[in-house]
């Protein structure tokens, strides 16, 4: 099987239809995802109705999580928060419903899904560091973990040690567990603006990140346009 995996698309339809066209040519089989569907960018019911029709495993992210009233917006920065109440305003009722239904944990043909880590997920903490994921790998049960929400594309390995790669391919044929952190279709955080998602083939056993080039201007306009904070159209220009 072919997977695409994509994930923190925050409402960017730009980006996010820049990514589906490469997964088109990608010629996949199954798109997985893992969360943060809204907040920051102008056009969520959108993204939300794309997922719900495309995607064929989902989990929540935090800001869905907040969006949904499952969690305190306290939790949130100014600037995330703010786009979150927009959000609200915006959303249509069944893409409310549908971000509500979603788990915080899903398992997909032996692989499993979630937005920040399987150590009590409900908790958002990042896996920064290869403590973070070695606690995170004692809650893996099965070879491959998918995860989002740092933005930051890395894949963390674990055989004899946990270890780290900051690479666009890899070799998962080994016997080694992974934990795949998939990067940001909507909103990258590691200097490099194009959006970013991942491409796993099971039976080639390898891993791919892409990275594309899509119009930020055009997404920021529509971030100024929609009254959304400033600062959430720029930052996509400098990928942080
Ligand atoms: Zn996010």
């Keep these: ?3 695409a ?8 339809l730009t980006a996010l239809e820049c990514v589906l066209a490469d997964i088109e040519e990608q010629n996949v089989d199954s798109i997985l995802c893992v969360g943060d569907i809204v907040g920051y960018a102008a056009d969520p019911n959108e993204c939300v109705e794309i997922v ?21 917006l306290d939790y949130f920065n100014a600037d995330a928060r703010d786009a979150l109440l927009w959000t609200e305003e915006q959303l249509y009722d069944d ?4 971000l509500k ?12 899904l979630t937005h920040s880590t399987p150590c009590h997920p409900e908790d958002f903490d990042y896996i920064q560091t290869i403590y973070d994921a070695r606690l995170a790998f004692e809650h893996l049960d099965c070879q491959i973990g ?8 890395v894949i963390f390995t674990e055989d004899e040690y946990v270890d780290y790669y900051l690479v666009e391919e890899f ?7 992974l934990i795949i952190n998939v990067g940001s279709v909507g909103q990258p955080r590691d200097l490099d603006p194009r959006a970013c998602y991942a491409v796993l083939d099971d039976a080639e056993g390898k891993l791919f990140i892409r990275r594309k080039e899509y119009d930020v201007e055009a997404a920021a306009s529509r971030i100024l346009e929609a009254g959304l904070p400033e600062v959430n159209a720029n930052r996509l220009f400098l990928g942080r």
């Excluded at 800001?63 to 009233?69: C, E, F, K, M, P």
């Design 1 to 3: 099987m072919r997977y």
């Design 52 to 72: 719900r029709e495309k995607a064929d495993c989902v989990v929540c992210g935090n800001h869905d999580y907040g969006l949904t009233g499952q969690m305190t």
């Design 5 to 12: 995996i994509i994930g923190d698309i925050h409402s960017n």
């Design 171 to 177: 070799d998962v044929s080994y016997n080694q567990r």
């Design 101 to 112: 239904s979603l788990p915080l944990v899903a398992r997909h043909n032996g692989m499993l």
């Design 146 to 153: 998918f995860i989002g929400h740092s933005h930051i594309p």
């Design 95 to 98: 893409n409310r419903e549908w």
